[in-house]
């Protein structure tokens, strides 16, 4: 069968079972936002015991920190009142050990890719872009995770948290 008539024959069994009640509301209850990869392999609400309704779970190719990131952070923090960030980038990630050079020619796209060099740098950058960002000063603490693939251990490098304003 194609995968879209999969999707929908799946959707056509899921709408006799929906429970629009089960989530109280848009606000995630745990009042955080977790961004990582698109990575197929990662499960993020098994890896971090979330469950739904308690967290935004946004994803892009390295789980980076772009404008569109940004843009849903700021929505995230001002009107959904999440104040903790949890980046996670991950072993074995298809951007890391690249250039942007070699994934122009891969894609043809001239774009910056947000390569990965070494993870507690680029989460480095990641957490100072959020905290500095001054639309984004709800947002108390940011931690920088590495999940491994084969393990499934989830590594604290950065753990940020803004100091409080006398
Ligand atoms: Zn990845």
């Known amino acids: ?3 879209v ?8 069994v899921y709408a006799e079972g929906h429970e629009p009640q089960r989530v109280p509301g848009a606000w995630p209850t745990r009042r955080l936002a977790v961004i990582t990869c698109m990575d197929a392999r990662i499960d993020v609400f098994a890896v971090l015991g979330l469950h739904l309704g308690e967290a935004h779970v946004l994803r892009n190719a390295g789980g980076r920190v772009t404008d569109d990131i ?7 923090t001002h009107v959904l009142g999440t104040d903790t960030v949890v980046l996670m980038q991950h072993t074995k990630c298809g951007l890391a050990g690249v250039t942007d050079a070699q994934l122009h020619d891969i894609t043809g796209a001239e774009v910056h890719f947000l390569p990965i060099d070494d993870h507690g740098d680029a989460l480095g ?12 000063a709800p947002i108390r603490r940011i931690v920088g995770l590495v999940y ?5 251990h989830a590594e604290c490098l950065i753990d940020w948290r803004r100091e409080s304003q006398p």
């Open 70 to 76: 940004l843009r849903s952070l700021a929505l995230s």
């Open 5 to 12: 008539r999969q999707l929908l024959a799946a959707n056509e």
């Open 1 to 3: 069968m194609p995968v």
């Open 148 to 152: 491994d693939i084969e393990s499934g």
């Open 125 to 136: 950058e990641d957490v100072d872009l959020i905290a500095s960002t001054p639309y984004l």
